[in-house]
């Protein structure tokens, strides 16, 4: 019997129309510009978030180095949240490579409170590095697929903006933002000076990300792609999986929230679990374990001999995560899995 995988949405195997597609894309070398399928992805990426341009790249790891390095130059500061991604799990790779330091604002459910990043922008002075940008993160992945809204977003741009600062926006999963707020994802973007999205999490693709902002701004971002090794030459063969992903992928995203809201539902209720479902907004759920049960560790091994898989995210913090493939059948079976491991 296969397992039931929770540990992420990046674990999405392709849909047959993506396969059918990915066989039969056009291709040429898109370093020369000349994929006919990744210009027309870039193009529908563009229009969809109402940026001018769009880039394709490798992953949102690299869409987000990038993007940071063609906002910033060496020496720079660039203010993120403690929790982000960028922060976190991207291996240092803005500072070990671009020469920017990173300083951290404590997130609080995702975002970055607008007073605690006003104190942390860098005034004139001879000792300091300059404030070269600031990152937000959409939906927060620590924060356990938190949402940030448009008029948060908004007033966060309007704050940098006036201090002459741009902000790149971490939108490796927007869409699951848009769905959960039930509005356009252009409005969730429209004041970011740049996004990355990815086609490989809940939209299914298998492998790639987006990076948008204006024409100038994705002509400095084709280089610096370059440089860190992304220019793939047909790389048709990913763009039109993504295709697919943007014309028949988004709405179902609804059906992940559905489910992660199941799946928290349930788990609130076994005892030695620690979550309030209320605060599910999305795909992610994130949860406690009481101190005098098994450390996430040790929950993660005797559940997957139940046939279920999970992340250990902390000592003891667990993340599950709902994605396509996942039914509300197996919802119901690993609540089952998780009964009998507290139990045990």
């Given amino acids: 019997m ?11 195997q392709p849909t047959p129309a993506m396969r059918e597609a990915m066989y039969r894309a ?14 027309r992805l870039e193009e529908m990426a563009a229009e969809k978030l109402g940026k001018e341009r769009a880039l394709l790249v490798v992953s949102g790891t690299m869409g987000n180095l990038v993007g940071v390095l063609s906002h910033t130059q060496r020496g720079d500061e660039v203010i993120v949240g403690d929790q982000s991604h960028i922060f976190l799990y991207e291996v240092g790779g803005c500072s070990a490579l671009g020469g920017v330091q990173m300083r951290t604002v404590p997130n609080v459910r995702g975002l970055l409170p607008l007073e605690a990043v006003e104190a942390a922008i860098r005034g004139p002075n001879i000792h300091f590095p300059r404030t ?18 448009v008029e948060y977003t908004r007033q966060l741009c309007a704050l940098a903006h006036r201090h002459g600062i741009p902000v790149h926006l971490d939108g490796a999963r927007i869409f699951n933002a848009a ?20 086609l490989s999490k809940g939209l299914c693709g ?3 990300s987006l990076l948008c902002g204006s024409a100038a701004y994705i002509e400095r971002a084709r280089k610096y792609r370059k440089m860190v090794g992304g220019g793939m030459r047909q790389a048709g063969i990913i763009a039109a999986a993504g295709i ?40 992610i759920v994130i949860f ?26 902390g000592p003891r913090r667990v993340r599950m ?18 009964s009998r491991v507290m139990a045990a």
């Fill in 132 to 149: 070269g940008l600031i990152c937000l993160e959409n939906t927060h992945n620590r924060c356990g697929g938190a949402v940030l809204t």
């Fill in 244 to 283: 697919v992903c943007l014309e028949q992928m988004i709405d179902r995203l609804a059906e992940d929230h559905e489910n992660a809201r199941r799946l928290a539902i349930g788990l609130a209720e076994i005892p030695g679990i620690i979550l309030d479902p209320t605060t599910v907004q999305t795909n």
């Fill in 179 to 198: 769905v959960a707020l039930g509005v356009d994802v252009k409005e969730l973007v429209a004041d970011v000076d740049s996004v990355t999205f990815c």
């Fill in 2 to 12: 296969p397992l039931i995988d929770l540990r992420s949405d990046t674990v999405t």
């Fill in 288 to 313: 406690e374990l009481a101190e005098d049960r098994l450390t996430a560790a040790e929950f993660a091994a005797r559940l997957k001999s139940e046939g279920v898989l999970c992340g250990a995210i």
């Fill in 321 to 338: 995560v709902t994605h396509y493939g996942i039914t509300a059948a197996d919802i119901e079976t690993t609540l089952r899995a998780v």
């Fill in 206 to 208: 298998p492998v790639g």
């Fill in 26 to 39: 056009e291709l040429g070398d898109d370093v020369f510009g000349e994929d006919p399928t990744v210009n």
